[in-house]
T-cell receptor, first 115, second 112 residues
Framework: GAVVSQHPSWVICKSGTSVKIECRSL??????MFWYRQFPKQSLMLMATSNEGSKATYEQGVEKDKFLINHASLTLSTLTVTSAHPEDSSFYIC???????????FGPGTRLLVL | SQQGEEDPQALSIQEGENATMNCSYKTSINNLQWYRQNSGRGLVHLIL?????REKHSGRLRVTLDTSKKSSSLLITASRAADTASYFCAPNSGAGSYQLTFGKGTKLSVIP
């Protein structure tokens, strides 16, 4: 149980375009979802926390207008990288937890390359 | 949330040997979690140990917690090549939205 999927697994886009990444909890209801970014050989950096039906809380230094997060249902959260630039190229990982759960279940990640 | 600090940063062992990695943290916790990340993949939850527990087992994994020293250790017994991955600890205060902060991890290489 506790499976989280992400789509797409990898994406290449041109600079200036927007990219949407989906994160789904397949077999549980995720009251909270988290979005992380990981650069090569570095740890995961939390970008934002989203609770179903409410606005996401962004970490310091993360532009909310650039990284749009929507958590419209208990099983789906989306991250949209708007007007992507090469420096946004990274590995984006989502995680989800259920209402009473202390464990985060992670998706397999989405590798974004902006040309 | 607070970040755990894993030690060593890198560990290389032969298959069949045991691997021990440590985690230190700064403030009191509700629980501490260990995760594994295979290269280019998401994290996999391994084990959660609560602040009132001292030791916990799961298969070939043994986790200890010493709240007086604010440290935890993860032992992998009889390691396999498939255990090659980065391992992260995540101290969790349990407050708020259960945010986890990850350190640099321990990169374990198990040589066949």
């Amino acid at each position: 149980g506790a499976v989280v999927s992400q789509h797409p697994s990898w994406v290449i886009c041109k600079s200036g375009t927007s990219v949407k990444i989906e994160c789904r909890s397949l077999d549980f209801q995720a009251t909270t979802m988290f979005w992380y970014r990981q650069f090569p050989k570095q740890s995961l950096m939390l970008m934002a926390t989203s609770n179903e039906g409410s606005k996401a809380t962004y970490e310091q230094g993360v532009e909310k207008d650039k990284f749009l997060i929507n958590h419209a249902s208990l099983t789906l959260s989306t991250l949209t990288v708007t007007s992507a630039h090469p420096e946004d190229s990274s590995f984006y990982i989502c995680s989800a937890r259920s209402g009473a759960g202390e464990t985060q279940y992670f998706g397999p990640g989405t590798r974004l390359l902006v040309l | 949330s607070q970040q755990g600090e894993e030690d060593p940063q890198a560990l290389s062992i032969q298959e069949g040997e045991n691997a021990t990695m440590n985690c230190s943290y700064k403030t009191s916790i509700n629980n501490l979690q260990w995760y594994r990340q295979n290269s280019g993949r998401g994290l996999v939850h391994l084990i959660l140990i609560r602040s009132n527990e001292r030791e916990k087992h799961s298969g070939r994994l043994r986790v200890t917690l010493d709240t007086s020293k604010k440290s935890s250790s993860l032992l992998i017994t009889a390691s396999r090549a498939a255990d090659t991955a980065s391992y992260f600890c995540a101290p969790n205060s349990g407050a708020g939205s259960y945010q986890l902060t990850f350190g640099k991890g321990t990169k374990l290489s198990v040589i066949p």
